[in-house]
């Protein structure tokens, strides 16, 4: 069983940075792709970015130009870099891990790590 384990929420003010990880039980190399997700109160759960295992990067529109996926496979983790937070990031962000090995497809999360910006 894969465990994603994601840190680095917290609260900041508008402006301000704050960079997630999500640290993966298996190697992130193995998965197709790894991306990041949010869920506000009373919304349905979005894709902020992810990652290929070729390298590709796909964002939100929202996020662009702000926010940047990375990776560290020495480490089997995945970064969420932001910046320029507004109130309206506020939101719990959740990492996933997307493969197919053999002939069947698996979709791993992990737990959460809440992001408060203030105004």
């Known amino acids: 069983q894969v465990q994603l384990v994601e840190s680095g929420g917290g609260l900041v003010q508008a402006g301000g940075s704050l960079r997630l990880s999500c640290a993966a039980s298996?190697?992130?190399?193995?998965?197709?792709?790894i991306g990041w997700y949010r869920q506000a109160p009373g919304k349905q759960r979005e894709l902020v970015a992810a990652l290929t295992r070729a390298g590709g990067t796909n964002y939100a529109d929202s996020v662009k130009g702000r926010f940047t996926i990375s990776r560290d496979n020495a480490k089997n983790t995945v970064y969420l870099q932001m910046n320029s937070l507004k109130p309206e990031d506020t939101a719990v962000y959740y990492c996933n891990a997307a493969a197919r090995w053999g002939s069947s497809d698996y979709d791993y999360w992990g737990q959460g790590t809440q992001v408060t910006v203030s105004p």
């Open positions: 298996r190697r992130i190399f193995s998965f197709d792709v």
